[in-house]
Nanobody, 118 residues
């Protein structure tokens, strides 16, 4: 059974840092493109994406230079290091796994809340 379990969210002051983790199970993690999305009131948006072997990453313009996505295929875990957090980063953050030419396999975690506030 496929599971993506996010952790590491919480309340942080502006300028602070958080590290999100996503523990994956039930599928071949190392074969999947992994991403972090976030959703405030409104649409869900892509934050960062990393290829299956971790050789390529891309980021939303709003987080470039502040967030870093990484993965440990030996531990089946995805990470998002978030630095210099801003109030507008407040959202529920979701882990996503995709595989296949048409993203035939598309899995989501339950989300973790990140709140940036003084």
């Amino acid at each position: 059974q496929v599971q993506l379990v996010e952790s590491g969210g919480g309340l942080v002051q502006p300028g602070g840092s958080l590290r999100l983790s996503c523990a994956a199970s039930g599928f071949t993690f190392s074969s999947y493109v992994m991403s972090w999305y976030r959703q405030a009131p409104g649409e869900r948006e892509l934050v960062a994406r990393i290829t299956s072997a971790g050789g390529s990453t891309n980021y939303a313009d709003s987080v470039k230079g502040r967030f870093t996505i990484s993965r440990d295929n030996a531990k089946n875990t995805l990470y998002l290091q978030m630095n210099s957090l801003k109030p507008e980063d407040t959202a529920v953050y979701y882990c996503n796994a995709k595989y296949g030419p048409m993203n035939d396999y598309d899995y989501w975690g339950q989300g973790t809340q990140v709140t940036v506030s003084s």
